[in-house]
C-alpha cells in the first residue's frame, strides 16, 4: 500500500514540478522584458529631448515669427508622427513578450 501511494505521489509531484519550472521561466522573461520596455522608453524619450532642443535652436535662429510658426507646426506633425510610431514599437514588444511568456509556460520553446 506505501507503494501505491509513493507512486501515486510521484506521478502527480512531477507535473507540478514542471509547472513550478515553467512558471518561473515565465517569470524571469518577463523581467528581463519589463527591462527591454524600460530602456526602449528611456532611448525613446532621449530622442524625443533630442528633436525638441533641434526645434528650438532652429526657432532661435528664425529671421522672423511666420519662420517660427513654420519651424513649430513642423515640430509638432513630426512628434505626432513619432509618438505614434513609438507606441505602436512599445505595444508590438509587450506583445511579443505576452507571447513569449505564455509559451514558456505551456512548455514550448
Known amino acids: ?13 512531477e507535473p507540478v514540478k514542471k509547472a513550478g519550472e515553467a512558471l518561473r521561466d515565465a517569470g524571469s522573461k518577463m523581467s528581463e522584458s519589463s527591462s527591454t520596455v524600460g530602456l526602449k522608453m528611456l532611448d525613446q524619450a532621449e530622442a524625443n529631448t533630442r528633436e525638441a532642443f533641434q526645434a528650438m535652436r532652429a526657432a ?5 515669427l511666420s519662420e ?3 519651424i513649430q507646426g513642423d515640430f509638432i506633425r513630426e512628434q505626432g508622427t513619432r509618438s505614434m510610431g513609438q507606441a505602436r514599437e512599445i505595444g508590438e514588444l509587450i506583445m511579443q513578450f505576452g507571447r513569449d511568456a505564455v509559451s514558456s509556460v505551456r512548455g514550448e520553446k
Not at 500500500?1 to 509531484?13: C, L, S, V
Not at 532661435?60 to 522672423?64: F, I
Open 60 to 64: 532661435a535662429g528664425a529671421k522672423d
Open 1 to 13: 500500500m506505501t507503494d501505491k501511494i509513493r507512486d501515486t505521489f510521484e506521478k502527480m509531484a
Open 68 to 70: 517660427v510658426m513654420k
